[in-house]
């Protein structure tokens, strides 16, 4: 493949930049950062969560520099990122240990400690609210302050309340096997390339900074035949996540002496998939395995995507692509996969002029240039 490199128009592309700024400013209108943070949290979670860097502000400030553009908005946060120094990694989180706003389960009608809805629009119509074309200020105050009023009748629980996992009741019934824990330091991606075969660790980092849309289709590509995984959802859980770090300094290891840094908001989901086993006798019995899938923020469907993907790569079948560890890997990031499709607007002049010489010859009844 031939390449030309680019050379002079300094003075097009110095206006086209001008006629950038130009399209984002003529109508005039300022989009406040804390406009983004407060109205559009699902995109700022999306952001995070596909260029592996947690900073609400960031992500908004990508957001409102690509103008709504998510792969130039993720792109952007993920160039910051390679900024920055990693000074630290912190401890291997507890999802028990989660503050959750949401908890639902498709496995149990009745789980331990509750269904939690939370704030959804999953029992709403989709349909589009004209009365928020008129939306005032005045009518949200009036709304909010008559909401939290309700809210002060509300009983508060006395203690800080964390849900137990689903899966932990099913363990202990038998029906599900106990693992013992596994402290190997993961994989970082971020500063390792990927060798193939993936341990699982750098397999999930990659699926879970995957572009939404990317695992959202590979994950309904298996369940459409393309793959053998149709699981159920066995608990989904958003909250706030404490994160904890080592003292940088102590020489002995100590969990008292762990720095609490902040939390961030999660979405994570276990899921559960049948598969057919040998017993003792040779005879087949069923079972379930645990697909596994966690992003920043808010995003139910590609987590659920990513639990699908989870178990589909732990049984690879090559018949099916949704199985093969290099296919899904290799095409679900976004600055990647955007960023090959967008080389094509780059010179490509040796290489199509060479073609077109080709076609010539031919049209002339020459012999074809196979060169």
């Not at 910051?80 to 009608?109: C, G, N, Q, W």
């Not at 309340?161 to 599900?176: A, D, I, M, T």
Request: with cysteine.
């Amino acid at each position: 493949m031939g390449y030309v490199a680019v050379k002079g128009g300094t003075m097009a592309i110095d206006a086209s930049l001008k006629r950038l700024k130009y399209e984002r400013l003529k109508e005039e209108e300022v989009l406040e950062i804390k406009t983004i943070l407060a109205s559009m949290r699902t995109m700022v979670d999306q952001v995070m969560s596909e260029s592996s860097l947690y900073s609400p502000f960031l992500a908004a400030l990508a957001i409102k520099q690509a103008e709504g553009s998510m792969e130039e908005a993720v792109f952007l946060m993920r160039a910051h990122r390679s900024t920055l120094p990693r000074l630290y990694y912190s401890r291997a989180a507890e999802s028990e240990s989660m503050l959750v706003e949401r908890r639902i389960s498709a496995s149990f009608k009745d789980i331990p400690g509750g269904q939690l809805l939370g704030a959804t629009t999953d029992y709403t119509h989709r349909l589009l609210d004209f009365q928020l074309v008129e939306e005032s200020t005045m009518e949200n105050e009036q709304w909010l302050t008559t909401y939290k009023e309700i809210l002060k009748e509300v009983e508060p629980i006395g203690d800080v309340q964390y849900f137990p996992k689903v899966v932990e009741y099913l363990r202990n019934e038998g029906l599900f096997e106990i693992y013992t824990h596994d402290d190997t330091p993961p994989v970082d991606i971020t500063k390792e390339s990927l060798q193939f075969p993936v341990s699982r660790s750098a397999r999930l980092q990659v699926l879970t900074r995957g572009q939404t849309g990317a695992v959202t289709s590979l994950g309904y590509a298996s369940l459409r035949g393309y793959g053998q995984v149709h699981p159920t959802v066995g608990e989904v859980r958003v909250g706030a996540l404490p994160i904890y770090v080592e003292h940088p300094n102590e020489g002995t290891y100590d969990v008292e002496d762990d720095f609490y840094i902040g939390d961030i908001r999660l979405t994570e989901v276990e899921s559960f998939v049948p598969v057919n086993v040998k017993n003792e006798q040779n005879k087949d019995e069923l079972e379930f395995e645990i697909g596994y899938g966690a992003c920043y923020g808010r995003n139910e469907t590609k987590a659920i995507a990513m639990s699908i993907l989870d178990q589909c790569l732990e049984h690879p079948e090559a018949d099916f692509p949704t199985h093969d560890e290099e296919f899904v890997l290799l095409h679900i990031d976004s600055v990647e996969s955007t960023g090959f499709i967008s080389h094509l607007k780059l010179p490509h002049y040796v290489t199509f002029q060479s073609k077109l010489d080709s076609v010539r010859n031919v049209k002339k009844g020459g012999k074809k240039n196979e060169a």
